[in-house]
């Protein structure tokens, strides 16, 4: 599977933020504060994410496969 990189990375730039910080080990309730979002739009842009990933041919299912995806793409340091 080709490593997507930040530039060519399926995520709009809220996307990405909410997978990092989710990613990174913030609770779903933290990450909306955090970013001034209600739990459900935290919990859209997740299946958004995990889905255009699943697009992209790539598992970011889980808390752990989608930081392993971040990783990999370099969007998010280990």
Do not use: I, Q, W
């Amino acid at each position: 599977m080709p490593k997507l990189t930040r530039a060519s990375l399926p995520l709009s730039a809220r996307e990405e933020l909410v997978a990092l910080l989710f990613a990174d080990g913030h609770t779903t309730e933290e990450t909306s504060l955090t970013m001034g979002l209600a739990p459900e739009t935290v919990r859209a842009y997740l299946v958004n994410a995990r889905l255009k990933y699943k697009n992209a041919g790539r598992d970011a299912s889980d808390k752990v496969k989608l930081r392993a995806c971040l990783v990999e793409d370099g969007v998010l340091s280990e």
